[in-house]
């Protein structure tokens, strides 16, 4: 998917990691990003933030959800992050990490919430549910606090990506607030949907979900009870181009993962996007049959949208070698990938990637690596297994 981007805006990506894989420093199944790259794709997002009045939580889960790469981007100007689970908000934090929005994919269990309050002390917690609600605010009231909460809202006709389901129905929000505000261990501060933008057919712009339409109908039911809605939380191809739409619309929260690595969906076709991609999958070629070239593989994802690899051994060779891809099955473990085979393919031919990641649900490993277009380029951090 993001291939020929990478190709046209950042070679020497795919030229270090072929050289780093060929010579043994790193092994097939690794995901490799350009640490140089994506710092300064955070300078550019939070710059951007702060032209348009806009607060961004980073979300870690595409590039392997680690405290490293937590640090380096709160260091680099995003401060907080938006965790998928308790158990990447648990890894961030333990990490020295700071924790900015918390359950909006995954709400914890009913017995998790004194951890949350008192280890991951997130600013805001994202609810589905009034009985989620009591638990947390039971569970402030014991340690004598007080928490800010947002709401994730649906639409029955909305837009969900399947196994992401749940929130309050914007029918019964209503009803629904007038219980919440009533707990006295939550402040309710504002309302968040998901996802609230996806690329158009003609892929050269985003359109609004119905999920944003659902949102800006949730803050006016809020505000008619006389709640001041100070966080409006627009996720979903949070990015340079996106944030200044978004505020338009009075958005005051943003939580960008793939513009951390310039792979937002709209970054595969517009090459004057201010951030920068930076990230790729490196295997080689296992074994070959009369058809196919297999791939040493465990980092695959099916909604990755590949097309097409770049295959060979040495730094020139892959910029100019290219061949189609078979697609993932997801009934399947990806132990291989196959690549329609080619007549000048080797075994041990490294085999670039690169598409849509999501390193948290995979088996592979990740590789941080600085000064990628120098004689000696720098591994400063290895993560086993994509953490």
């Given amino acids: 998917m993001f291939l020929d981007i990478t190709l046209r805006r950042n070679p020497e990506l795919i030229q270090t990691a072929v050289k ?19 710092s300064e794709n955070v300078r550019v997002l939070k710059k951007t933030s702060i032209e348009h009045g806009m607060k961004l939580y980073y979300m870690t889960k ?3 959800r680690s405290g490293f790469v937590g640090k380096v981007i709160e260091q680099n100007g995003i401060e907080q992050a938006v ?23 995954v709400q914890p269990g009913k017995n998790q919430w004194d951890l949350v309050l008192k280890r991951l ?17 039971d569970a402030a009231l014991r340690l004598g606090l007080k928490q800010d909460v947002i709401l994730r809202v649906i639409n029955s006709k909305g837009f ?15 009803n629904s607030v007038k219980e919440i505000v009533l707990l006295p261990g939550l402040n309710v501060i504002g309302i968040t949907s998901f996802p609230i933008m996806q690329l158009n057919e003609e892929k050269n712009d985003y359109d609004f979900t119905s999920n944003f339409y659902t949102l800006l109908k949730a803050r006016n039911v809020l505000e008619n009870l006389g709640i001041n809605v100070i966080h409006l939380n627009a996720p979903g191809s949070t990015s340079c181009h996106t944030i200044p739409r978004l505020k338009d619309y009075g958005v005051t929260h943003g939580e960008p993962g793939h513009a951390l690595t310039g792979t937002t969906p709209l970054h595969a076709y517009m090459e004057n996007l201010k951030e920068k991609p930076s990230i790729l999958y490196i295997s080689e070629i296992s074994h070959l049959d009369k058809n196919h070239a297999y791939t040493i593989a465990g980092g695959f994802y099916v909604r990755s949208n590949m097309e097409k690899a770049l295959y060979g051994r040495t730094e020139t060779v892959i910029l100019e070698n290219s061949t189609e891809v078979d697609k993932s099955n997801s009934e399947n473990i990806d132990y291989y990938g196959s690549l329609k085979r080619q007549s000048d393919m080797t075994i041990g031919d490294s085999v670039v990637y690169a598409f849509r990641t999501q390193i948290f649900v995979t088996r592979a490993h990740v590789a941080f690596i600085r000064k990628i277009d120098s004689k000696a380029p720098e591994i400063v951090y290895f993560q086993k297994r994509g953490g």
């Fill in 20 to 38: 780093l894989h060929q010579d043994g420093t790193i092994p097939p199944n690794t995901y490799v990003i350009d640490l140089d790259s994506l």
């Fill in 62 to 64: 595409q590039i392997g």
């Fill in 121 to 137: 002390k997130p600013e805001i917690v994202t609810l589905f549910s009034y009985e989620r609600a009591r638990q947390l605010s």
């Fill in 160 to 174: 969900v990506y399947p196994g992401q389901n749940g929130g309050f129905q914007i029918d019964d929000l209503e």
């Fill in 83 to 105: 965790a998928v689970d308790i158990d990447e908000a648990a890894k961030l934090r333990g990490d020295g990490c700071s924790i900015g929005n918390f359950g909006h994919l």
